[in-house]
């Protein structure tokens, strides 16, 4: 059984900043990409950042320069780190892995319950 567990989210004013983290438990072998998407009300869900399978950050245009995303290899964790916030960033977050919990199965891909990121004065 496998987890991904994410906590940081909250209400923050506009320029402020939050920290996300999310925590992969359970029967792991390998984690293959790892990383965040998130979902507005009546929008998409669309990816915020992540690690590639070559272990390069990955970010979506609107994020470049104020989200910085971090990983803790030993404790199976990823942080997000989002500095400047917007009204737009106002979303649920959602935590996505790819993971192998053998050696020989394939890897499926995880996603966490998601947290509230609200941005609001």
């Known amino acids: 059984q496998v987890q991904l567990v994410e906590s940081g989210g909250g209400l923050v004013q506009p320029g402020g900043s939050l920290r996300l983290s999310c925590a992969a438990s359970?029967?792991?072998?390998?984690?293959?990409?790892m990383g965040w998407y998130r979902q507005a009300p009546g929008k998409e869900r669309e990816l915020v950042a992540t690690?590639?399978?070559?272990?390069?950050?990955n970010y979506a245009d609107s994020v470049k320069g104020r989200f910085t995303i971090s990983r803790d290899n030993a404790k199976n964790t990823v942080y997000l780190q989002m500095n400047s916030l917007k009204p737009e960033d106002t979303a649920v977050y959602y935590c996505n892995a790819r993971i192998q919990i053998t050696i020989a199965t394939m890897y499926y891909n995880y996603w966490g319950q998601g947290t509230q990121v609200t941005v609001s004065s």
């Open positions: 359970g029967s792991i072998f390998s984690i293959n990409r």
């Open positions: 690690f590639t399978s070559g272990g390069s950050p």
